[in-house]
C-alpha cells in the first residue's frame, strides 16, 4: 500500500516581464534608488500561494499543485507566470 | 423584459442598478443571487454590478467566475442575450473568459474615484442612443482597472470595433494624460466580438440621475436605454 504524505508546495506567482510592474517600480525608484542602492537595476513583486498538499510523492503533489492552477486559474496565465516549488 | 442583476457576496452597486431599471426606466428587474438555481435564460439580459465580490480574494473576479451562475452566463452569452459588466462585473467577464483581456492594479498603485471623460468610441447595441466620437460623462471607482491585452488582440479589438468606451479629455483626446488607470489604448469599456457581452470599468448606475453628477448629465443611463431599445427590436423579430 502506498503511503500519503503531506507536502508544502509554493506557488510563486510573477507578473510577465513584458509588463510593467507598478509596485516594483515603485521599490526601485523610490525607495533603492533614493537611498543609494543603485546596484539593483530592477524590481519585481511577486505572490506566493502556500499549498499543503497530499499525495504519494513530491512530483505527484507538484502535478496535483499544477492541475488546480491550470483549472482554477490560480494565476492568470496572460499576464503572469506560475513557478511550482516544494518540499516534504 | 426583465432583467436579472446577479449578486454575490461582496456586491455593492446592486441596488443603485436595480433603482435605474425599475425606478427610471420602468422595467422589470430581478435581483439574482449567485447562489440561485433558477434558470437564468427566462431573462431578457443580465447585469454583473460592480463591488468587490469575494473581498477581491486571489484576483478581482476570479472567485465568483468559478460559481455555477457563471456557468449558466456562459451559456446564454452564446444565445447572444445582452450581459453588461460593471467594474467588478467586468473583471468577472474577463476571468471568466466571457471579454478577452486582464484587470491590473492601477498604474499608480491607488484607488480611483472620480469623474471621467470618455469618448464613445463605436456605436454598438449598449451604445446606440450616444453619438459615436461625442464625450459622455461617468465616474470610475477601482483599484484593478487597468485593461491590459496583447498588442495582436488589441488590434484584433479595434478591427472588430470591440472598443466601445476611452478615457479622454473633454475633447475627446485620448492620451496618458487622461487615462486614470494606464490602461492600454485608454480602453474603459469593451465588447466581446459578437457585440453582446460588454464590460466596463466607469459605473453608468452612477451617472444615470443628473441630480448626481458635477455636470448634471445622466449619459450612464444612456448605455442601460441603448441595450433595451436594441432588445426590444431583437424581441419582435
Known amino acids: ?88 | 423584459m426583465n432583467v436579472a442583476i446577479i449578486q454575490f457576496p461582496g456586491t455593492n452597486c446592486d441596488m443603485d442598478t436595480y433603482r435605474v431599471f425599475n425606478d427610471y426606466l420602468e422595467i422589470d428587474v430581478t435581483l439574482f443571487w449567485h447562489e440561485n438555481t433558477d434558470n437564468l435564460e427566462k431573462y431578457d439580459a443580465i447585469i454583473l454590478p460592480g463591488g468587490f465580490s469575494y473581498g477581491d480574494r486571489l484576483r478581482a473576479g476570479i472567485i465568483a467566475a468559478y460559481s455555477p451562475v457563471i456557468k449558466q452566463l456562459k451559456k446564454i452569452s452564446l444565445k447572444g442575450k445582452p450581459i453588461i459588466g460593471i467594474c467588478n462585473g467586468f473583471q468577472i467577464l474577463v476571468e471568466s473568459g466571457l471579454l478577452p483581456g486582464a484587470l491590473l492594479t492601477n498604474s499608480n498603485l491607488k484607488f480611483i474615484c472620480k469623474w471621467v471623460n470618455l469618448k464613445v468610441e463605436h456605436n454598438n447595441l449598449f451604445t446606440n442612443s450616444l453619438q459615436s466620437g461625442s464625450v459622455i460623462h461617468m465616474p470610475i471607482a477601482h483599484n484593478e482597472g487597468r485593461y491590459y491585452v496583447s498588442d495582436d488582440k488589441l488590434q484584433e479589438l479595434e478591427r472588430n470595433n470591440q472598443i466601445i468606451l476611452r478615457y479622454s479629455d473633454s475633447d475627446g483626446n485620448t492620451s496618458m494624460d487622461n487615462n486614470p488607470n494606464g490602461s492600454i489604448s485608454n480602453i474603459a469599456a469593451v465588447s466581446n466580438a459578437n457585440g453582446n457581452v460588454l464590460g466596463m470599468m466607469p459605473h453608468p448606475e452612477r451617472a444615470s440621475d443628473p441630480l448626481l453628477s458635477p455636470y448634471s448629465t445622466n449619459n450612464g443611463i444612456e448605455i442601460f436605454r441603448s441595450m433595451i431599445l436594441s432588445l426590444e427590436v431583437m424581441l419582435k423579430e
Open chain 1, 1 to 88: 500500500m502506498t503511503k500519503v504524505s503531506e507536502f508544502k508546495i509554493d506557488l510563486l506567482i510573477s507578473p510577465k516581464p513584458e509588463l510593467r510592474n507598478p509596485e516594483g517600480d515603485t521599490i526601485l525608484q523610490d525607495l533603492l534608488l533614493r537611498n543609494n542602492f543603485d546596484y539593483v537595476t530592477s524590481v519585481s513583486v511577486s505572490k506566493v500561494i502556500q499549498l499543503i498538499v497530499k499525495a504519494d510523492n513530491l512530483g505527484d503533489a507538484k502535478n496535483k499543485a499544477a492541475i488546480i492552477c491550470d483549472e482554477l486559474r490560480l494565476y492568470n496565465p496572460l499576464v503572469s507566470s506560475c513557478t511550482i516549488r516544494g518540499t516534504e
